[in-house]
């Protein structure tokens, strides 16, 4: 009988990641995402989450996602478009809305599939995607499952922006412009009054992924629209539901047309089951609390600044990040691996990241402050840096 089923051309690949030094086994996080957390049987300062404001296991959306799902069960049987839709839904969107500033939301099961769904619903054979060479991965898929023509431009570079507008505008009837609000991998902030300018002089639509600028830049978290102001020029704004929210979700903010036609043509709306009651209950509290208070976004920001001066300051490259996501460049992958290692063992976690998801000879550790450390645990996490960094040759 043939040994097919042996798969042994992944057998062959991942003995590769073995020998390249990246491969890895999946973390076990054994205690809820907090500041500090029990990870594979020992306690760690925690810094890799997404948990921005630290909503993870906050008591009052712990609360509410309890009390939905006394209410409404523990999932909604069904895609949106049948009955899956509760009224729990409605008031969630009705409620992003109004933080957004914006007309209308279309939420998604995840921040993947917003753009995975809303990316091949909104563009067609005869338009064309031009993307920041730097965005997200669930961009890239989304705008590959679009059957109009795509095309990058140098990251944040307008000139080269312009450059590609020029060349596409009179062969293209629709032209889309994708850039991430926030680089989830340096943390820079994208130039976005300037393409908003550059997009309306040349008859495109923006389309900003803000995952990252989402419960972290404009008043209260709403995001990188709201820091810049720019208000009904940004034609679909994307935000998730699973980082500084804390829960799981994605959306689309925008207008009442684009909500309209994302219920007949977004896919993952479509086919697959709604929203649990729990995370929308969770929801839902989450954007009240931020429309109540800027409390935790000031918290994030005051813990965010005090990190990156002290580890600047001990001489690590923090590369251009203009936000609480701090890069520890170290270049060499199995160097950076080694480094993420040797924190870990001194009770810090924070993971090593490599090519492919960041360009060869540029690993970093990614450090994600959130409102929920303390200064006394960042003071420490920093002692720690300077220990493994010393003793790596790296300071």
């Given at each position: 009988?043939?040994n097919?089923?042996?798969?042994?051309?992944?057998?062959?690949?991942?003995?590769?990641?073995?020998?390249?030094?990246?491969?890895?086994?999946?973390?076990i996080l054994?205690?809820?995402?907090?500041?500090?957390?029990?990870?594979?049987?020992?306690?760690?300062?925690?810094?890799?989450?997404?948990?921005?404001?630290?909503?993870?296991?906050?008591?009052?959306?712990?609360?509410?996602?309890?009390e939905?799902?006394?209410?409404?069960?523990?999932?909604?049987?069904?895609?949106?478009?049948?009955?899956?839709?509760?009224?729990?839904?409605?008031?969630?969107?009705?409620?992003?809305?109004?933080?957004?500033?914006?007309?209308?939301?279309?939420?998604?099961?995840?921040?993947?599939?917003?753009?995975?769904?809303?990316?091949?619903?909104?563009?067609?054979?005869?338009?064309?995607i031009?993307?920041d060479?730097?965005?997200?991965?669930?961009?890239?898929?989304?705008?590959?499952?679009?059957?109009?023509?795509?095309?990058?431009?140098?990251?944040?570079?307008?000139?080269?922006l312009?450059?590609v507008?020029?060349?596409?505008?009179?062969?293209?009837?629709?032209?889309?412009?994708?850039?991430?609000?926030?680089?989830?991998?340096?943390?820079?902030?994208?130039?976005?009054p300037?393409?908003v300018?550059?997009?309306?002089?040349?008859?495109?639509?923006?389309?900003?992924?803000d995952?990252?600028?989402?419960?972290?830049?404009?008043?209260?978290?709403r995001?990188?629209?709201?820091?810049?102001?720019l208000?009904g020029?940004?034609d679909?704004s994307?935000?998730?539901l699973?980082?500084?929210?804390g829960?799981i979700?994605?959306?689309v903010?925008?207008?009442?047309?684009?909500?309209?036609?994302?219920?007949?043509?977004?896919?993952?709306?479509?086919?697959?089951?709604?929203?649990?009651?729990?995370?929308?209950?969770?929801?839902?509290?989450?954007?009240k609390?931020?429309?109540?208070?800027?409390?935790?976004?000031?918290?994030?920001?005051?813990?965010?600044?005090?990190?990156?001066?002290?580890?600047?300051?001990?001489?690590?490259?923090?590369?251009?990040?203009?936000?609480?996501?701090?890069?520890?460049?170290?270049?060499?992958e199995?160097?950076?691996?080694?480094?993420?290692?040797?924190?870990?063992?001194?009770?810090?976690?924070?993971?090593?990241?490599?090519?492919?998801?960041?360009?060869?000879?540029?690993?970093?550790?990614?450090?994600?402050?959130?409102?929920?450390?303390?200064?006394?645990?960042?003071?420490?996490?920093v002692?720690?840096?300077?220990?493994?960094?010393?003793?790596?040759?790296?300071?």
């Amino acid at each position: 009988m043939s040994n097919v089923h042996e798969l042994s051309f992944l057998k062959e690949k991942i003995q590769e990641l073995k020998d390249l030094g990246v491969y890895r086994k999946l973390p076990i996080l054994e205690s809820a995402s907090e500041a500090e957390v029990i990870l594979n049987g020992k306690r760690v300062i925690n810094l890799s989450s997404n948990n921005y404001l630290g909503f993870a296991n906050h008591p009052r959306l712990k609360k509410a996602a309890i009390e939905a799902v006394e209410k409404y069960g523990v999932g909604s049987g069904a895609v949106r478009t049948i009955i899956g839709n509760m009224d729990l839904h409605e008031e969630m969107e009705r409620l992003l809305a109004e933080f957004k500033r914006e007309e209308a939301v279309m939420t998604f099961q995840s921040g993947f599939n917003c753009n995975a769904g809303t990316i091949q619903a909104i563009t067609e054979k005869g338009d064309v995607i031009i993307s920041d060479e730097l965005n997200h991965a669930s961009i890239i898929d989304g705008a590959r499952l679009s059957r109009a023509d795509k095309t990058v431009y140098k990251h944040s570079d307008m000139n080269h922006l312009e450059a590609v507008l020029k060349e596409c505008r009179a062969k293209y009837r629709n032209i889309l412009i994708i850039t991430d609000g926030v680089f989830s991998m340096d943390g820079d902030i994208a130039p976005l009054p300037d393409i908003v300018e550059l997009a309306e002089k040349y008859s495109a639509m923006t389309y900003v992924d803000d995952a990252h600028g989402s419960g972290v830049l404009g008043e209260s978290g709403r995001g990188t629209v709201d820091h810049f102001h720019l208000h009904g020029r940004v034609d679909f704004s994307i935000g998730t539901l699973s980082k500084a929210i804390g829960v799981i979700g994605g959306y689309v903010a925008g207008s009442e047309t684009m909500r309209e036609w994302l219920s007949h043509r977004g896919r993952p709306l479509l086919f697959s089951t709604s929203l649990p009651p729990a995370a929308v209950g969770s929801i839902i509290e989450a954007v009240k609390l931020l429309m109540s208070t800027t409390e935790y976004t000031d918290r994030l920001w005051d813990n965010a600044r005090f990190f990156k001066e002290k580890i600047s300051r001990l001489g690590f490259n923090i590369g251009n990040s203009e936000t609480p996501i701090t890069p520890v460049i170290i270049g060499d992958e199995a160097k950076t691996m080694e480094f993420s290692r040797r924190l870990f063992e001194n009770g810090v976690f924070v993971s090593g990241i490599v090519f492919p998801t960041v360009p060869k000879g540029l690993g970093r550790v990614r450090c994600m402050v959130t409102a929920g450390h303390t200064k006394e645990q960042l003071e420490r996490a920093v002692e720690v840096f300077k220990l493994v960094g010393e003793e790596m040759r790296i300071l």
